[in-house]
């Protein structure tokens, strides 16, 4: 499967999001009026100019559903030589993130506030990704909903056209039915191969802090899982 191959269509998709608002903070709020003309991508549009945006060419890294931005932030922090972008539909949680960005003077993170998968489709390049991170994404743990999983084959597919060959797929659940879903979706894909114990048990991987939503799972007795997924290199 090369990397310039593009998603099947057509795709149903179905969000795998609800919006919950929440309640902006005044600081919150603040960073958002004042600093996303600087630090806030639009989510559709032509295809991002990485120089233009971070003044230079360097290893790009998507996060998705970043929360409140607390993993992001140290990640981007302790990492300077790569760029950053982080994709979150909930307010409160950019405006964290925005405000955090400013705090710690970082200048290799953007955020976008939308779906993140229109943002994928039009403004990033095939093979542009040197790894993409999908952390505790809701788990739709009814039956009846995993159809709303956000892990699914055409977005397997659209990750796999977006990340250069090597490049990985880092995902992390503390639902065991999710890593079972995941693994089921990804295991089989032909784009990826797994660099993960079979069961997902691995340790965490050094680069990904705890996260708010681990550290809640770990309070109910929630197992964690890394899944580490290597977009396989092109055949000629």
Do not use: C
């Amino acid at each position: 499967m090369s990397a310039q191959r593009e998603p099947q269509r057509p795709w149903r998709r179905i969000r795998s999001f609800i919006r919950r608002e929440g309640r902006l903070t005044q600081g919150q709020r603040r960073a958002l009026n004042s600093l996303s003309g600087d630090f806030l991508l639009d989510p559709t549009g032509e295809p991002i100019d990485q120089q233009a945006i971070f003044g230079r060419s360097a290893p790009l890294v998507l996060e998705i559903g970043f929360g409140n931005g607390e993993s992001l932030l140290e990640m981007a922090a302790m990492d300077p030589e790569r760029d950053f972008i982080g994709v979150e539909v909930h307010r409160p949680g950019l405006g964290q993130l925005l405000m955090g960005i400013e705090r710690l003077g970082l200048k290799n993170l953007r955020a976008v506030g939308d779906d993140a998968v229109p943002f994928i489709e039009q403004r990033l390049l095939p093979g542009s990704l040197s790894q993409v991170l999908l952390y505790f994404p809701d788990p739709w743990h009814k039956k009846r909903h995993h159809k709303r999983r956000i892990v699914q084959t055409p977005f397997a597919d659209l990750i796999a056209s977006r990340l250069e060959p090597n490049g990985l797929w880092h995902l992390a659940t503390d639902w065991q039915n999710y890593a079972e879903h995941m693994q089921a979706v990804l295991d089989p894909h032909p784009a990826f191969t797994p660099e993960h114990q079979q069961d997902g048990r691995n340790a965490r991987p050094k680069w990904r802090p705890k996260t708010k939503f681990e550290r809640r799972g770990e309070q109910l007795g929630h197992p964690v899982f890394d899944l580490l997924y290597r977009r396989v290199a092109d055949e000629n």
